[in-house]
């Protein structure tokens, strides 16, 4: 079973077991974190879209860290005006393991 769920202004097909990085969530290592922005959940022909979220629908994780993603190097440069601008930027995120998938 794989549930589509949004956090963080993204949206995310996830399975249990599966372990993936999303926005900074403000809770601690070992948490239990629910997701209920299901948008849709189901496997083969038993599939629920919702409209926009699957009602009594939700997916359970546990918070495994936080941490900071590679420096994403950015570069402003202009030929010819002798004008370079370097800048660099670490985005947060929480690796979350899904424990479970409750359908409705």
């Known amino acids: 079973m794989y549930a589509v769920i949004a956090t963080g202004g993204k949206q995310y097909r996830v ?3 599966e372990t993936l990085r999303v926005e900074t969530l403000s809770a601690d290592e070992g ?3 629910e997701f209920d922005n299901v948008l849709m959940v189901g496997e083969g022909k038993d599939v629920a879209v919702g409209t926009p979220y699957v009602d009594g ?5 546990t918070v495994k860290a936080h941490g900071r993603g590679k420096k994403v190097t950015i570069i402003k ?3 010819r ?3 370079m601008k370097r800048a660099g930027h670490r985005q947060n995120y929480t690796e979350v393991e899904i424990t479970s998938i409750k359908a409705s």
Do not use: C, I, L, P
């Open 77 to 79: 440069f202009r030929r």
């Open 31 to 33: 948490a239990t974190v």
């Open 57 to 61: 629908s939700k997916v359970t994780a």
């Open 15 to 17: 399975e249990e077991g």
């Open 81 to 83: 005006k002798h004008h």
